[in-house]
């Protein structure tokens, strides 16, 4: 039974959600002090929430789309059999209550607003209701996949980061930062060398990509992130707060451009729908 909820699950998704969210949060570090017990509470809690919600939208749109899942995949369990309908509504149904349990006891209110709005725009995308099953509308897709997944879930996940309690008031109560236990250049080189997985995870995408001019494109343009990435890194002085502060920034440019290669990749695919 166990293996039957994994294949439902489908958790191999949260692979990227997981990267994304502690990548995004690692954006909201200004020093390298601010990794503290805390911080990496509150990523905890935005790994937790999106996997979640993940994983609602997952089972969501299984349960709407059997009959076609039946001709198109029909080894996932729902179409198969493997998996009753109502099962797959319990497992779902456990999925929002305990995203919603968590969006309602945690303090951050940018993370309530992220958990609940993927919830909502999750239901939106795949039920059979007037005026949603947004997954019918090619165009619709692409802009609210841009919209929320490339601008307003990164967004809200980095605020999040950013409301987590500052460096004083953990050492005021005792608590020790893990810079301060494993050293700040391990833990900045710990962030790069995440950022540079990212990137290959990336080029990876690019060449299995069946459009030939998406490939050159994301291999040419992460591969030249990548690089710039730990050329600056080498650069960065970092004792000093205003050289870690500007390479702080200088990542922010970088998470916009690939939000910008995101939304061409999108269009890519839309774009032999509408011909």
């Known amino acids: 039974m166990l293996n039957v909820i994994y294949k439902y699950s489908r958790v191999y998704v949260l692979k990227g959600t997981v990267l994304s969210i502690i990548s995004i949060s690692l954006l909201a570090v200004q020093r390298l002090s601010d990794i503290t017990p805390s911080f990496f509470l509150g990523v905890l809690q935005a790994v937790i929430g999106g996997c979640l ?4 939208v997952v089972g969501l749109n299984q349960l709407s789309d059997i009959e076609i899942d039946k001709v198109n995949k029909p080894y996932l369990p729902l179409a198969s059999g ?6 797959g509504i319990r497992i779902t149904s456990l999925y929002a209550i305990l995203g919603f349990c968590l969006g309602w006891s945690i303090r951050s209110w940018h993370l309530k607003l992220c958990i609940f709005l993927w919830y909502a725009v999750g239901t939106a995308y795949s039920v059979h209701l007037p005026l949603l099953r947004w997954k019918e509308y090619p165009m619709l897709v692409a802009l609210c996949s841009w919209l929320f997944q490339g601008v307003t879930l990164p967004m809200l996940f980095h605020l999040h980061a950013l409301d987590i309690p500052d460096v004083e008031g953990d050492k005021r109560n005792g608590f020790y930062s ?4 494993f050293g700040p250049q391990r833990v900045f080189w710990i962030c790069i060398w995440l950022l540079e997985l990212i990137y290959g995870i990336a080029i990876f995408i690019g060449l299995s990509s069946t459009h030939l001019w998406i490939r050159p494109t994301m291999v040419i343009a992460h591969s030249i992130l990548g690089f710039v990435v730990w050329r600056k ?15 702080y920034l200088f990542i922010w440019k970088v998470h916009i451009t690939c939000t ?16």
């Not at 890194?233 to 390479?247: C, G, P, Q, R, W």
């Open 53 to 56: 919600a993940n994983l609602y």
């Open 82 to 87: 493997e998996l009753s309908v109502k099962a």
């Open 178 to 181: 893990f810079a301060t236990k």
């Open 233 to 247: 890194a080498n650069l960065v002085d970092l004792k000093s707060i205003e050289a870690t502060e500007s390479f």
């Open 260 to 275: 910008i290669q995101k939304y061409i990749h999108m269009l890519s695919k839309v774009q032999p729908l509408l011909t």
